[in-house]
């Protein structure tokens, strides 16, 4: 009998253990969502971003002069960086949701192997119609700081840096949504 009282006791605690963090998770989740916004740096004048190659999915030669008159986020990541790879579903669904007439995503793979070693882990990884720059021969290091990755970088519409952030962001966060919506 005591056997069964103390069985029935730990279910009820349990439960109630379990209806309670509810709330909790609810609240972590809503300080993790405003904490993303203090990971944003917004510069105070736009800075102009020097002109230099990468390559796109079938290796032409592209530059971010190309989409002046929408605001371009460009996301610098590499396959081996397991917080890069963690924040890629995120800018998927955030592509997605972000309008193609003000907005360009540019995640920018600095993998030494470009396509060749990209496209076989997008897949790997379920994202095999995510649509990866290449920046093998690592041109980028000349105009953004990329001691850090995953960094994204928040050109203007004019083409100007107006803000970045050196780490892990959940980009498809409401308040990151908003917070890019503002350059449109």
């Not at 963090?21 to 105070?44: F, W």
Request: with cysteine; aromatic share 10%.
């Amino acid at each position: 009998m005591n056997i069964m009282i103390k069985a029935i006791m730990l279910s009820a605690l349990a439960v109630t253990i379990t209806v309670n963090a509810y709330p909790g998770m609810e609240k972590q989740q809503q300080h993790v969502s405003n904490s993303t916004l203090d990971k944003i740096n917004v510069l105070e004048n736009p800075f102009p971003i020097a002109h230099i190659g990468f390559n796109d999915a079938e290796g032409k030669e592209v530059d971010f002069e190309e989409h002046k008159g929408k605001v371009v986020i460009v996301n610098m990541w590499a396959t081996w960086c397991p917080p890069c790879v963690r924040e890629l579903p995120a800018l998927d669904r955030l592509e997605q949701t972000l309008s193609k007439d003000d907005f360009v995503l540019m995640p920018i793979s600095i993998d030494a192997e470009g396509k060749k070693q990209v496209s076989p882990f997008l897949e790997s990884i379920g994202l095999p119609s995510f649509n990866s720059y290449y920046d093998a021969r690592q041109n980028l290091r000349e105009v953004f700081p990329l001691d850090t990755i995953p960094a994204t970088f928040i050109l203007n519409k004019e083409g100007e840096l107006v803000a970045y952030v050196r780490t892990y962001v959940d980009w498809d966060d409401e308040n990151a949504i908003e917070f890019l919506q503002q350059f449109q």
